[in-house]
């Protein structure tokens, strides 16, 4: 049976430096082109690592 942990990570830094940009590859490995302020955002993301 497999278990499954959840982990949850917290992205901070200064405004403008690419927090948003790094979540958003990561996530849907798409890259925005143009800059959009960002307040506040929720991504989900499920990811298998090996045992």
């Known amino acids: 049976m ?5 982990h949850k ?3 901070m830094g ?3 430096v ?3 940009s790094l979540v958003t590859q ?3 490995q798409l890259f925005p082109s143009s800059y ?3 307040v ?3 991504y ?3 990811i298998t690592l090996p045992a």
């Open 14 to 16: 200064a405004g403008g």
């Open 36 to 38: 959009k302020p960002t």
């Open 44 to 46: 989900s993301h499920t």
């Open 2 to 6: 497999k278990i499954l942990t959840l």
């Open 40 to 42: 506040e955002d929720f």
């Open 26 to 28: 990561f996530v849907s």
């Open 18 to 20: 690419g927090k948003t």
């Open 9 to 11: 990570v917290v992205v």
